[in-house]
């Protein structure tokens, strides 16, 4: 042997690519199946109150937090039951959809404009008296 390397050097040289194999095509291949869109999931929170009306203001100041430490938590979404009774679930917030498609944040039922989330968020609707939508 003229250098003492394997005679088929070249041929393993040659065609090679950064984690491909001998014909350059990658090693590890696409899944077959294709990724699962995400799914709503729900958590249930339980706490104590005296009334409903403390109930429901524990439940959105509970929810409001929750979005501030996470923000893939839909506050939208967040509704209150009874603990023995989760199918009478109420909504704690508007919801209406605005303009631009962003949904109202304020609490279920309130009075005047309906406000999009964040600091100075867009405002629409009536204005005056009891939301209708």
Do not use: K
């Amino acid at each position: 042997m003229r250098d003492n390397t394997s005679p088929h050097w070249r041929q393993r040289r040659t065609v090679r690519a950064p984690g491909g194999g001998r014909d350059g095509r990658p090693l590890i291949g696409p899944p077959r199946r294709p990724d699962r869109p995400h799914r709503f999931f729900t958590v249930h929170l339980g706490f104590t109150a005296p009334t409903v009306v403390e109930a429901r203001e524990l439940a959105v100041a509970y929810a409001e937090a929750l979005t501030l430490l996470r923000p893939e938590v839909a506050l939208g979404a967040a509704a209150l039951s009874p603990a023995d009774a989760w199918q009478r679930a109420e909504r704690l917030f508007c919801g209406a959809v605005g303009p631009d498609g962003e949904r109202c944040v304020d609490v279920a039922g309130h009075p005047g404009f309906h406000h999009a989330a964040g600091p100075g968020g867009l405002g629409w609707g009536d204005g005056d008296g009891p939301v209708r939508g």
